[in-house]
């Protein structure tokens, strides 16, 4: 098996966006596992990392090259509808839940590299309670800097060893991309994803905003009233990003420069 194909792919400002059904992702994810077919990637992709692709070309990089690139956040939404496409969400904290859920039966081992303070292993935990038969192959906390070589090969090392199927990465933006595109070629793993506040949101670390204000598109108010500090910055970059994303869309629809892929 070479590279997951999406079924249907639109392009928001200049950077692809999948929108098949979450079981299909699910069932790409599946036969990439059960044919061992390593090296796959899913990039969640939200306002915030497509304002700093823009400017850092690896990150750009790292979108484009995934497997699947799910969208994360309203601001995605919206600014897709601005260039006249219809996506929708699929963020890193669902997507871990169903492929707990999914991939219980299945066999499918997990591993988790990130966190802090003991939140991978609480939150493997807690997966493990609400998905009986999940498996979690093993974690590591790295440092929240770039890792030494003796690291580097201490993790590799540690994954190969796990015999995992999923490595899902929680260091937050740009980091954890960094991550999964350092280590991916040396792993042997069929899949890797960033999924950030994943960690925190099923460990119980950081309150997870209701299923209601996620489903009306106002998470990103609920996370700015939780953490303040931590959010403020990170919205002025998504919103700077999202208006322009917009100008460019309502732009390229008058010009007709419409880009679609599949159907």
Known sequence: MGKATPEKRVMVDGFPIDVDDHEDVLAAMDTAIRERSTGH?????????????????????????????????????????????????????????DASRYGASRGWRHYYLGGADGSAAEMGKRLQ????????????????????????????????????????????LIKQEAMVADLIDDLEVPWMSGVGGAFDYHSGRIPWSPWIIRKTGMEWLFRLIVQPKARAKRLYWSFAWMFGAMGRGFARRLGGGKKRIGS
């Open 41 to 97: 990637y899913i990039s969640i992709t939200n306002t915030e990392s497509i304002y700093h692709a823009r400017r850092i070309t690896s990150h750009g990089e790292y979108i484009r090259g995934a497997d699947f690139s799910l969208c994360d956040g309203v601001g995605v939404i919206i600014a897709a509808k601005a260039a006249g496409d219809d996506v929708t969400r699929y963020n890193g904290p669902i997507l871990q839940l």
């Open 129 to 172: 309670e609400q998905f009986p038969g999940m498996i979690v192959a093993g974690i590591y906390e790295p440092p929240f800097r770039p890792l030494t070589e003796e690291e580097r090969a201490e993790v590799i090392a540690d994954i190969k060893r796990s015999k995992a199927d999923i490595v899902w990465v929680g260091l937050g």
